[in-house]
């Protein structure tokens, strides 16, 4: 048995086994920051494993570089690279939401969550800080040390508790293979760091013994790479301390017990868990140490993998560490093994000390006696101090009711501190005492009356509550006495408590929250009569318990009214009953009744003010309310409109508001009834009337409320209500009555004002009535008819009323505007020409012009108007209107009219255009013309009417409107009238005398734009020969010049080399661009431009003369396709450009010897890409090297230079080429060498592979002019993949099989490669040569997995003898699929059965071994047959080896009895036959213990064939899980007795009771019969029993029978029996007993049903309360419940004292016996509680 360890070390998880590639275990792609997350990268997802659901596993497709989970929250951080750039994002997974994101600009080499709000980033050369929290940036916190540059790789980052010290640690290469560790510790207040040399480190928070703050630690591994002989050390230091506090913690550094097999291991990872403060480190090499963080020592080192744990973290649930292997992904979890590390720490490390400390500490067992001994030494030697602290420190083992009596045995010393209170003291400065110290502390300070201290103690929590102690404390102090219950859950003495306090209203919600019960009944009969407020909060708590009421409502209210505490009823009822529950309704009624009868009905009113309660009975309640006078209250509640008509005759004495309000009660008929018979009563109401009016109008309706007033004649009334609401109601019946009373009552500025500003009454209604009304002042008729235009029907009544004054204000100061339809109106009724000239100028110019205007014309008064139009203009008015007026009237009357027309700049012209056209066109033309452009139309129209076309053509001229010069030169669409001649006539005179007249370069250029857009190229060029060619002042105007050629063009192209030939200011290369157009292929006339004007004579700069003579060549190629023309040209102008342009369109014309020769006079080597491109297909290699070496002299191209090698090549000219490729050029060497070896040029090819050393196409090089070693050393220098493949398979076609396996060798070594290399041999059929590179290549120093995995394919197929060895030896490393299937190719089965079970594809073993016999073996069988995935098989195996190997079957069904259906493997065995089921016997033996029904009927069968009863008995005993009658009917025939009585058996257990006895009758089994019949307790089974065995004379079976059966036999039957058969001698025992039992049962009986003895004291309590006035009147009745009982006979019920309300309403007639249902609900007892 192996010695226990102090450490629990398991396997938890394993990552393979969710899913979780081998890959992504490994540092920075997996992370664990806490026992709650592990977060893995895989390709293209991330994998999120939630420890807290059960390790589920949730991927997501998420592209990152690497994910961190927060340690708390489900917030996953993510990074990404992209160029330079890191993104880093933060995303909360509950919420779907962005967290935050950022980009830094350097790489991120390690990140961790230092805490659940910050992740730590560490870059190249700085950490960095991001905070959860406010959304910011990362923070720089320090850059990295010297020490830990850019050579160190990252490993840890950590944060102090604090917050102010960072430590970041990592590893680099040293000398000699060691890892050095490097660690920077950095203080985040003095900005200061701190190099240390090792590996691991960690923070931690402990509390140590005798400080009462915490001590913040840092444990840190050290190895210093200087003195690498000397041990590493562990430091634990605390840090951050605050001097003032005293100094800090620090432990001697502990060397580190380091194996020798590990001497150059070094730490990964320090972990500290937080519950017991041990810190775990676990190395490179597979170690755990464990180490006490508060005396640094190690308890414990192993080796628990031979893995890398690369991450660690704490369990903070269970405590101990989680780590990760590498690669593995075993989750391994490190936990203390409390029963054993005292023990171990004891008898393997020898430190008695560091047992008792870490057993004091974290309370571990096997310290106990240890620390009794030390504790029995100090106490001996006096050293109580330290004794205590030896019992503070051992936790529980020592803090025991006898050690307590130990210091309190020990003698205190004069003026010291007793013994046992220097005990508790150190206790309490340690932790918290038990139940007994915190009793036997008190004791003493209670004496000494120092409670401060006591109850400074107990707010810290260092005493534990207790019974006896709050006993204690409440002979001192019940505050501090409840304080103590309540902690220790006595909930009868808390209440006590309370009451004692008088703290009543916190009984029941204490009794509540704490589900305890108790008898509430005495308690409030106790108060009611001592302290009836406390009553009072008591009943209230009872009745507002949370689940119900504890009391009856009624009841405890009659209680209180006993009484007569009507205040204390009152409270207690309005807390009762706030739920306003419907039962409830009679306890509100006669709530409100106490208070109404009994003299304060203040207090029912504020009931009903606050409207808590609805269901009382109000009818009632409003009877009793009218009686008190409370007449608002009254009518609240009558509804019936009688008694709501009487009630509101004392509306007087109700507040207005209150009767306003309750008219919103009432329908709207007794709303109108009720105010009918308010008004009837005095104009007293009015005012209120009026307000209800206002309020309900719509309800009631204003028709109804202005029939009220009405009827009652209070137009004033009427006058107010309106008023108040005619500004917001939409009913024109409101408006007009409104308007009507405002008259009525002489309002009339009211009226007016309705009638201006309303938009809801009818116009004509108010009109009429308004007229009817002949108002003094007609303001309000005048605004009406003003605004809904009745001014015809107002001006009417006001002329025919001599209420002249009011026109002129109306048109005056009310609305100007309508002077025109009231002169109009005044016109049509003969008023004074005086008045209406009069009223105009008064209105002067608010008056509209053109309606006057328009009402006088059509009068024919126009003439009338003109002294106001005169006054008009005279102040400055410029209304068009005006003036057409007064231009109408100077025209008719002749004054002046063209003076007017030409010099007035008001007038319309499309106004008095029109009017003189009919008495003079010339005046119709002057005022068009005056609309500068607006009456175009109109001026064209009379012009043309009128043949006015030199006024036409002159304006026209001036006017410069291309848009009017197309009306009238161009033919609209549409128009069918056209005057051709008025056009031709027009055209004439511009030609004639409107243009040649103007002097303005704008209007001939806007008239030929004229021309040219209405298409008459004729009169056009007409008209520009007269202009240009006839000397005028535009005669050298280019512009003109340009329009005539380009005229000429379009129009007479005859006349175009004329022009050319006359003209010398035109544009020549616009023009000449136009003329080569493919519009015009005027190609001469263009050549002949360019010709001209590139003669020095015309164009002086040189660069132009050439661009011309360029452009003139292009015409020739470009054009004409003249060729010979051109090179003619090109040899008379002797330009390179235009030798360039030559040999472009000789380039294009397919002519590339021609164009070459052009090139090289132009010395242009631009289209050297077109020029080699035409020459390769022209395959004028000579031809094209002049040209190449003319390009070289000026271009350094890289296509010139590879082509002139490429032709170099072509013409074989290999000096010239290898002098050109050595020399210095810009060539793709590697492109042309590839042409050059596509092409067959192969050793032009080598030359070029040589000098760019490209050793792959060299070796192509040497294969095809068949070098073969020259090719292998060209490819060793090449040392790729393909290339040593090419080399090899040329080799093998040329024999040379040394030189393929050289090559073959190195093929292999790719994976990717080797099934061409094998298919290649194979197909040569060279399989003993690729069997022999095999061979050798697993003898290679990075062979891989194929070459094995191959080397045993081929072995398979032609060695099969090797194929078993091979696997065995190379099994680790061979791909065990592709083996076995060669293998099962050709037959092999062992070697696949072999590879199956060591691949743990154990399906497949088993399925081959039992399908091939020679593959078989029992042992590899049996060990797979448990681990295959398949259930099925194991059936499939059952039946092979029952088949095959039969004498091994049982040992099958040993190895797989935990895992198969034993019910199933029954079943098969019958399925086999008979000898099957007994060769399973053994098997069905070894699984009866699972109690199955078919392997106990299987086994059943077995043993009845054996004839073996012991055995089957034995199995009907212990496995009843079968058919037991079918077994039964079967053995009952059976020829053995001991079957029978088996199946006699086996009916009793079935309760078969009739069968069983039947069969035991017929074996004579007395004893059977008996104990059956016994045993099924029917009497008439035993009856039947009874009298067989008399009939039988079987007298000793009767009397056993009587024995045994005793209990089930009737007496009746026994003496029946006994005295017919003479049996008196047999039945006397069992006479004897049942006389015994019945005397024992009827004394028994009289015992229990004896009179109770009357109580005296009853008496006297009963005597008490009789003399007290009850609800009856007379004796209390004390009974079980404490109900009330009935009244004496002839008393009546009355309260006592005081006469009170009639209490009959709160439950009716009460029942006979007492109390409605017996007793008061809840148990409350009326009398003295019982004791």
């Known amino acids: 048995m192996a010695a226990p360890v102090p450490l629990i070390f398991q396997e938890a998880l394993n990552l393979q086994t969710l899913g979780v590639p081998e890959t992504s275990i490994k540092h920075g792609s997996t992370t664990m920051e806490s026992d709650q997350f592990i977060v893995c990268r895989e390709e293209g997802q991330v994998a999120m494993i939630d420890l807290r659901q059960g ?724 303001r309000p008729l005048i605004h009406v008819c003003d605004r809904f235009d009745f001014v015809d029907e107002l001006t009417d009544y006001l002329y025919l009323n001599s209420l002249l004054q009011y026109i002129e204000v109306y048109v005056t100061k009310v609305s100007p505007t309508k002077t025109p339809q009231v002169v109009g109106k005044l016109f049509d009724l003969g008023a004074n020409e005086d008045f209406i000239k009069r009223i105009l100028m008064a209105v002067g110019t608010a008056c509209p012009v053109d309606d006057l205007v328009e009402v006088a014309e059509t009068r024919n008064r126009l003439r009338l108007l003109q002294p106001w139009l005169e006054a008009r203009v005279a102040t400055g008015s410029t209304e068009p209107g005006t003036h057409n007026a007064l231009g109408k009237i100077y025209i008719t009357l002749n004054r002046d009219p063209k003076q007017f027309l030409m010099n007035n700049m008001f007038y319309d012209p499309k106004v008095l255009g029109p009017y003189c056209e009919a008495l003079d066109p010339q005046l119709a033309f002057a005022a068009y013309r005056k609309g500068a452009g607006e009456c175009d139309d109109e001026l064209i129209n009379v012009c043309q009417k009128h043949g006015l076309h030199r006024d036409l053509a002159k304006y026209l001229v001036e006017r410069q409107d291309l848009e009017l010069w197309a009306k009238v030169l161009n033919k609209e669409e549409g128009k069918e009238e056209w005057d051709e001649s008025a056009r031709r006539q027009l055209i004439d005179q511009i030609v004639e005398w409107a243009l040649p007249e103007s002097t303005s370069a704008d209007e001939v250029s806007c008239t030929v734009k004229a021309f040219m857009a209405a298409d008459l190229p004729g009169e ?172 070289r002299k000026s271009m350094q191209e890289n296509v010139i230079d590879t082509e002139l090698i490429y032709a170099y090549a072509k013409i074989n000219n290999l000096t010239e080429l290898e002098q050109f490729v050595t020399g210095p050029n810009v060539a793709n060497i590697q492109n042309i060498g590839d042409r050059c070896f596509s092409e067959g040029l192969y050793h032009a090819a080598k030359i070029l592979f040589i000098s760019i050393n490209n050793n792959s196409k060299l070796a192509l090089c040497h294969i095809h002019l068949e070098e073969f070693r020259e090719a292998v050393a060209a490819a060793q220098k090449a040392n790729n993949v393909s290339t040593w493949k090419h080399v090899c398979f040329a080799c093998l076609r040329a024999e040379e099989f040394r030189l393929a396996s050289t090559c073959g060798l190195e093929v292999i070594k790719y994976p990717d490669h080797v099934d061409e290399v094998v298919a290649y041999y194979s197909d040569l059929g060279l399989f003993s040569q690729v069997i022999s590179l095999f061979e050798q290549g697993i003898g290679l120093e990075d062979a891989h997995i194929g070459i094995f995995t191959e080397l045993g394919v081929l072995y398979s197929k032609h060695v099969p003898e090797k194929t078993m060895e091979h696997c065995k030896v190379f099994f680790s490393k061979l791909n065990v699929s592709k083996v076995v299937r060669a293998c099962e190719r050709a037959r092999l089965w062992k070697p696949a059965v072999y590879l199956y079970t060591h691949d743990k594809q154990h399906d497949s073993a088993i399925k081959i071994m039992m399908e091939r016999a020679n593959s078989f073996d029992n042992d590899t069988f049996l060990d797979a047959i448990t681990k295959v995935r398949n259930n099925e098989i194991m059936y499939k195996a059952v039946g092979h080896y029952l088949t095959a190997h039969p004498n091994l079957f049982t040992r099958l069904m040993e190895v797989v009895e935990e895992n198969i259906d034993h019910s199933r493997v029954v079943s098969q065995l019958r399925r086999s036959g008979d000898s099957a089921l007994k060769l399973g016997q053994e098997y069905l033996k070894s699984v009866q213990k699972n109690n199955l029904s078919p392997v106990n009927e299987a086994l059943n069968e077995l043993y009845v064939e054996d004839e073996d009863y012991e055995a089957l008995r034995k199995s009907i005993d212990g496995f009843n899980n079968f058919n037991m009658i079918a077994l039964a009917s079967k053995l009952a025939t059976h020829e053995l007795l001991e079957f029978r009585r088996i199946s006699a058996y086996v009916y009793r257990c079935n309760k078969k009771w009739s069968q069983s006895i039947d069969l035991s009758k017929n074996d004579r089994m007395w004893k059977d019969c008996i104990d059956t019949a016994n045993e099924s307790g029917d009497s008439d089974i035993i009856e039947n029993l009874l009298r067989f065995f008399c009939d039988s004379s079987e007298k000793e079976c009767f009397c056993a029978a009587l024995y045994t059966c005793f209990s089930h036999i009737s007496p009746d039957v026994v003496i029946e029996l006994g005295w017919l058969n003479g049996y008196t001698n047999f039945v006397m025992p069992y006479l004897i007993q049942t006389f015994k039992r019945t005397h024992d049962r009827i004394e028994a009986l009289e015992k229990r049903t004896e009179p109770p003895k009357e109580d005296d004291a009853q008496d006297g309590i009963a005597g008490t309360y009789g003399n007290l006035n009850g609800f009856g009147g007379g004796a209390l009745m004390l009974e079980n419940g404490g109900g009330m009982g009935m009244p004496m006979p002839g008393m009546q019920p009355q309260m006592g004292g005081m006469g009170g309300p009639d209490m009959s309403g709160f439950g009716g007639m009460m029942p006979p016996g007492g109390m409605p249902n017996g007793q008061i609900n809840g148990g409350m007892q009326m009398g003295m509680p019982q004791m």
């Open 1020 to 1191: 056009l060029i007409s008209l520009l020969e007269r202009i240009v060619l006839q000397g005028s002042d535009f005669s050298d105007n280019k512009n003109l010049q340009n329009l005539l050629i380009l005229t000429a063009i379009r129009a007479d192209a005859t006349r175009v080399s004329g022009y050319i030939d006359q003209l010398d200011n035109f544009d020549a290369k616009d023009i000449a661009i136009i003329c080569v157009s493919d519009s015009h292929n005027l190609f001469e006339e263009g050549f002949s431009i360019y010709t001209k004007f590139s003669k020095p004579e015309y164009t002086q700069d040189k660069e132009e003369q050439v661009e011309l003579q360029v452009l003139a060549i292009g015409v020739l190629v470009d054009f004409m396709k003249d060729l010979d023309r051109a090179k003619s040209y090109a040899s008379q102008c002797d330009e390179k450009p235009v030798w360039s342009k030559l040999g472009k369109a000789q380039l294009d014309g397919k002519e590339p010897t021609e164009a070459i020769t052009s090139f090289i006079h132009a010395e242009d080597a631009s289209e050297y890409v077109k020029v080699c491109a035409e020459a390769n297909e022209g395959e004028i290699w000579t031809e094209l090297i002049p040209y190449l070496k003319m390009a």
């Open 55 to 778: 390790a589920s596993v949730d991927r997501k497709p998420i592209k990152a570089d690497a994910a961190i989970m927060n340690p708390v929250q489900k917030i996953l951080a993510l990074r990404n690279k992209s160029g330079a750039t890191t993104k880093i994002q933060m995303f909360n997974l509950d919420t779907q939401a962005k967290v935050n994101s950022t980009d830094m600009n350097e790489d991120l080499v390690f990140w961790k969550w230092t805490s659940p709000n910050n992740l730590g980033m560490v870059t190249a050369t700085s950490v960095y800080h991001w905070s959860l929290e406010g959304g910011g940036p990362p923070v720089k916190v320090f850059d990295r040390h010297a020490t830990i540059g850019t050579n160190t790789q990252i490993i840890s980052y950590k944060v102090s508790p604090d917050g102010k010290w960072c430590l970041l640690g990592g590893i680099s290469a040293g000398g000699g293979g060691v890892v050095n560790g490097n660690m920077q510790l950095f203080n985040m207040e003095r900005k200061v760091s701190q190099p240390l040399q090792g590996h691991a480190a960690e923070f931690a928070s402990i509390k140590l013994a005798g400080r009462n703050d915490p001590a913040q630690v840092l444990i840190f591994h050290e190895k210093k790479a200087e003195n690498p002989a000397e041990p590493p050390k562990l430091h634990i230091r605390e840090i951050g301390r605050d001097p003032s506090l005293g100094q800090p913690f620090s432990l001697q550094p502990t060397p580190i017990p380091v194996p020798a097999e590990a001497a150059g291991d070094f730490p990964v990872n320090l972990c500290v868990s937080g519950k017991d403060d041990i810190a775990y480190m676990t190395t490179k090499s597979g170690y755990v140490y464990m180490f006490d963080v508060h005396s640094g020592k190690v308890i414990y080192r192993a080796k628990v993998t031979n893995e890398t744990i690369f991450l660690s973290c704490p369990s903070e649930a269970a405590g101990g560490v989680f780590g990760i292997t590498v690669r593995t992904g075993k989750i391994l979890r490190f936990q203390l093994n409390r029963q054993q590390v005292v023990p171990y720490i004891m008898n393997t490390l020898r430190d008695q000390d560091l047992a008792i400390k870490l057993a004091g500490r974290l309370n571990l067992p096997g310290a106990e006696q240890l620390m009794a001994a030390q504790f029995e030494q100090l106490i001996s030697t006096g050293q109580v101090a330290e004794a205590a602290r030896v019992v503070a420190a051992s936790g529980t083992a020592l803090r025991t009711p006898a050690t307590i009596a130990r210091f309190q045995q020990i003698p205190a010393q004069p003026n010291g501190v007793p013994p046992v209170l220097q005990y508790f003291s150190v206790l309490l400065e340690t932790g918290r005492l038990n139940e007994q110290e915190s009793i036997e502390v008190a004791k003493p300070v209670l004496q000494q009356g120092k409670t401060v201290l006591l109850e400074k103690w107990l707010k810290e929590d260092k005493l534990q509550a207790s019974e006896q102690l709050g006993d204690l404390i409440m002979q001192v102090d019940a505050g501090m006495a409840l304080s103590v219950y309540l902690r220790a859950e006595i909930h009868g003495k808390a209440i006590q408590c309370f009451a004692q306090r008088g703290e009543y209203d916190k009984i029941v919600p204490y009794s509540t929250s704490v589900g305890f019960t108790m008898d509430y009944s005495a308690m409030l009969s106790q108060l009611l009569f001592n302290n009836p407020q406390g009553a009072l909060d008591l009943a209230k708590g009872l009745v507002s318990a949370e689940n119900g009421p504890l009391i009856d409502i009624q009841q405890t209210a009659e209680a209180f009214l006993s009484s007569n505490r009507i205040q204390e009823t009152t409270a207690f009822l309005l807390e009762a009953l706030k739920d306003n529950k419907p039962e409830h309704g009679h306890l509100q009624t006669k709530l409100l009744e106490i208070n109404l009868i009994g003299g304060a009905p203040q207090v029912a009113d504020a009931i009903m003010q606050q409207g808590t309660m609805t269901n009382y009975d109000r009818p009632h309640v409003a009877k009793l309310c009218e009686r008190a006078g409370m007449w608002q209250r009254a009518a609240e509640h009558f509804t019936e409109i009688a008694d709501i008509k009487r009630v509101f005759k004392n509306s007087h004495q109700m507040s207005s508001e209150f009767v306003v309000d309750f008219f919103g009660k009432l329908s709207r008929d007794q709303s109108i009834s009720l105010l009918k018979d308010m008004m009837s009563r005095g104009p007293q109401n009015m005012q209120v009337c009026v307000e209800i009016a206002k309020k309900y109008h719509e309800e009631l309706g204003s028709e109804a409320l202005v029939e009220v007033f009405e009827q009652n004649k209070a137009t004033e009334g009427l006058y107010y209500y309106l008023g108040a609401i005619v500004n917001v109601s939409e009913d024109p019946y409101v408006h007009f009555k409104y308007i009507a009373s405002s008259c009525m009552l002489g309002q009339f500025k009211e009226a007016e004002r309705v009638c201006r500003d309303s938009n809801v009454y009818v116009p004509e209604e108010v009109k009429e009535y308004l007229m009817g009304a002949k108002l003094a002042d007609p």
